[in-house]
Structure formats: C-alpha cells, structure tokens
T-cell receptor, first 113, second 111 residues
Framework: DAMVIQNPRYQVTQFGKPVTLSCSQT?????MYWYQQKSSQAPKLLFH???????NEADTPDNFQSRRPNTSFCFLDIRSPGLGDAAMYLC????????????FGSGTQLSVL | GQQVMQIPQYQHVQEGEDFTTYCNSS?????IQWYKQRPGGHPVFLIQ?????EVKKQKRLTFQFGEAKKNSSLHITATQTTDVGTYFC???????????FGRGTSLIVHP
C-alpha cells in the first residue's frame, strides 16, 4: 500500500547529541511536512517542502533543520536536542494543490535524556 | 494570522451518549477537514467539507460546515469505546495549502 513511513518509531538521544529522523513516502506527493506534537496538544508545523522549495515556520527554532534530497525522502535534523524537544515528530504529505488532505506517518517519539 | 479554536478540550461520556466538538475560525475558510488520532497513534483523515452549510455523514458521525464557512462541528451519535481518541479540525484559508489545526477535543468513553 502507498504510505508515509517514519523511522524509527522510538528514538532516544542524549542532551545536545545530534539526531536525525527520517520519513519516506510512496505517494509521490509534492508536499512533505514536519510537525512536532507534545502531549495533549495539536500538531505544530515546523516546516514543509513544496517540491524542493523549503518553507520554515517563523517560530521554528534554528536547532531544527530539514533536508529533502528527493521526492520520496525527507529528514529532520535536530542539531542539539534539549529536554524541551522531547515530543512526537510527525511527518505528513499532501499533493499540495486544492487544499488536499494530509497523510501522516506513524510518527517518531523522541526522548531526550 | 489565522486561528482555529476548538472546544471542548476534553469530553467524558458514558458509552451510548452523544458527543459534539465545535471548531471556530477567525477567518473564512475555503474548506474544513477533520482528523482522528487514536491514543498513541497518528492523525488520520476523516472527511473534508467545502460548501457553505454542507452536512456529511459517516455512519454515526455527522459533520457540518457553517453557512459563513467559519465554523464546523462533529457530532457522534451513541458513542462506542472505539470512538475514543482526539478529534482535530483543520482549516484552509485563502489560497494556502497549509491547514491550520485546532487544538483538538479528546473524547473519553466510559463503558
């Protein structure tokens, strides 16, 4: 089945140790998003790519970076994770035209020790 | 910027009771989407409403889009334990393809 795949499902890192989360999609969608979701809160958009065009949300910390080497893959790099960065990170895709629905991956639960 | 408010934040019901969550936008929306997130899971798309005053049904779920396209509601009739989860609305405003999510309503169903 076509889908959005995130690896790993759980990630543990140490305070200040860089970590990379990955997302791949077989939907051939134009847009890929990274959301941060903390307990009992709505998903918070960090940034998104429309094709190769990177779009950063104004309040996304510089500590968060992203790469999209091709249509299928997108990475979230956290350069120096802090305790406050512990959260669920959700990757999503959409075709990007006509307000299409989002397809979410299963998420990566990040713990920072 | 656009804001989407959603109430209530939590709702406890006895199995068999009805449930409603409400979504209000500060701006006129081109459409409204609803997602369900099960505990420990990820948001899953339920439905999209586009037309003013539109009403759609999915079994026990009824979705409405207001006449002014600034509010929406999700009503569940006779809740079941399988309905447990957080329901998010997400609206598109203007020409943006980026949806703005509401805070979500967590439904807890007591057997």
């Amino acid at each position: 089945d076509a889908m959005v795949i995130q690896n790993p499902r759980y990630q543990v890192t140490q305070f200040g140790k860089p970590v990379t989360l990955s997302c791949s999609q077989t939907l051939n969608h134009n847009v890929m998003y990274w959301y941060q979701q903390k307990s009992s809160q709505a998903p918070k958009l960090l940034f998104h790519y429309y094709d190769k065009d990177f779009n950063n949300e104004a309040d996304t910390p510089d500590n968060f970076q992203s790469r999209r080497p091709n249509t299928s893959f997108c990475f979230l790099d956290i350069r120096s994770p802090g305790l406050g960065d512990a959260a669920m990170y959700l990757c999503a895709t959409s075709r990007g035209v006509n307000n299409e629905k989002l397809f979410f991956g299963s998420g990566t639960q990040l713990s920072v020790l | 910027g656009q804001q989407v408010m959603q109430i209530p934040q939590y709702q406890h019901v006895q199995e068999g009771e009805d449930f409603t969550t409400y979504c209000n936008s500060s701006t006129t929306l081109s459409n409204i989407q609803w997602y369900k997130q099960r505990p420990g899971g990820h948001p899953v798309f339920l439905i999209q409403l586009v037309k003013s005053g539109e009403v759609k049904k999915q079994k026990r779920l009824t979705f409405q889009f207001g006449e002014a396209k600034k509010n929406s509601s999700l009503h569940i009739t006779a809740t079941q334990t399988t309905d447990v989860g957080t329901y998010f609305c997400a609206g598109h405003a203007g020409g943006s393809y980026i949806p703005t999510f509401g805070r979500g309503t967590s439904l807890i169903v007591h057997p």
